[in-house]
Structure formats: C-alpha cells, structure tokens
C-alpha cells in the first residue's frame, strides 16, 4: 500500500535525528544537555572577520582581566563592529565591568550569541553592556540565581580538559559562594536597558543549588523571552 506524502514525511522527520534539533538537559529541560558555552579556560579576544562584518571573537571562562583586555582589544582595533560572545560564565563582577565598559565606552556596539553558541551565568552581563544586542536563531542565552564571586574564583584551574564534571561542579560552588545584592543587579539592568522582571520572574525562580526534588538549576530564554524581557532591545537603551 502506497504511503501517504504526510506519512512519508513523518518518518522521515523520525529517521532524522538532525530533524529533532539539540538533545534537551533532563534537568534542565529548556536548555540544551551539551551547550558550546567555550573552552575551559580564560577567556580568549580574537578580531576575525566573519560573514561580511569585523567582529571580536570571545570564548572562554570570564577571568579578572577581562575589563581590561577588552578595552586594550577594542583600542587597538577601531573597526570591530560586534562582539561574538561564548562563556560559562566566570567572575562575575569583572562580567558587570565589561559590560559597563562596553556601555559607556564604545557607544553603538552590538554584541552577539551566533547560533549554537551559549552564554551563561557572568557572561549574560558582559552580553548586556552592547547598545544593539542580538540571540541568533539557536543561540543560547542561559541565565540562573545569579550572584557575585569572591576571590576562591583563583581556585578554578582555567586549564582543565573540556567536560569536567569536577570543574563544572567548583564552578557552581564558587558562584553561590556570596550573593549578590538585588539592589546591584536591579541597577546594573536598569541602566542596561533590561527588564528587572528578568531577575523576579527568571533569574531569582531558579534553584541556586540543586535538591533531592528539584534539579532545575538553569533557565534558557525562549526567542519571545529575549524581546519580552528587552535582553534583545525592543526599546531604546538606558545610557
């Protein structure tokens, strides 16, 4: 019996794992179980051009020298257009400095999570600092109950191999080690132009550790999530 064209391409669709997109996080059901969040080790700035524009290229974990690197990256190369960010995050108060400096330094700056890429944890913040800022299609931006580092971050080995369970273990340790004030959190979106309901409806409904019941320790926005909460500008930015 011929099968109907419906049929065919619904087992086409099963036949295909490609045809289901990523493998979900049982824990984590809205995020990605294997994100590229960037290589286990400091974060690296590299100007390449990409798909018709100059960009500054960020992969890696957000160590105290960011602010600074950056601006000597972005000093000595005036026609980077767009930051290209991967991270899983890192120390945070250098992640709000960066995007404090990209704000306030470099007017106009778009900043970008391409496609497959994620930015997680400190790395949200530094996204933030851009004036034009954009979530590609497939690209991930993963928030938790954010808070600040203290200096145990030092205790990280920023040159562990990829897929250390241990490692990304002591990373959520260090994260929750101190918390951040709301007050903090709520300024640093203000003046970035993001909804603070960001934090009361996302961030701050997470689960800081994960318990017997409930493993849920990340939150990964939807495409209408990053307009409705103004992580991708729907308005124009606070100065």
């Known amino acids: 019996m011929r099968l109907s064209r419906t049929a065919l391409l619904l087992a086409a669709a099963l036949a295909c794992p490609a045809a289901r997109g990523p493998a979900m996080d049982k824990n984590n059901p809205t995020c ?3 994100p590229d969040w960037g290589q286990p080790r400091a974060i690296t700035l590299t100007p390449e051009d990409r798909g018709g524009k100059h960009v500054l290229v960020a992969d890696g974990i957000i160590d105290a020298g960011l ?3 950056l601006k000597t ?3 000595a ?3 980077i257009s767009e930051i290209w960010i991967k991270s899983r995050g890192g120390d945070a108060r250098a992640g709000n400095a960066a995007g404090l400096l990209i704000r306030k330094g470099y007017p106009g700056m778009t900043t970008r999570i391409p496609s497959g890429w994620t930015c997680f944890s400190a790395c949200n913040f530094v996204f933030m600092g851009g004036d ?3 979530v590609d299609p497939g690209g991930v931006f993963m928030v938790h109950m954010f808070t600040h580092t203290s200096s145990e971050r030092d ?3 920023l040159s562990v191999d ?3 369970e241990e490692t990304t273990k002591l990373i959520g340790q260090i994260e929750q080690s101190s918390a951040m004030l709301a007050s903090q959190d709520n300024d640093f979106l203000i003046r970035m132009g993001i909804s603070r309901k960001l934090l009361t409806d996302v961030m701050y ?3 800081a550790v994960a318990t017997d019941t409930d493993h849920s320790t990340r939150y990964c926005l939807t495409q209408a999530e990053v307009r409705k909460y103004n992580v991708v500008p729907t308005t124009t930015p606070a100065g």
């Open 67 to 69: 602010p600074d690197r």
């Open 32 to 34: 990605p179980a294997a």
């Open 162 to 164: 990829e897929g250390s």
């Open 205 to 207: 409904k997470q689960q």
């Open 73 to 75: 990256a972005l000093d």
């Open 155 to 157: 205790a990280i080995d």
């Open 77 to 79: 190369d005036p026609n």
């Open 132 to 134: 034009l800022r954009f």
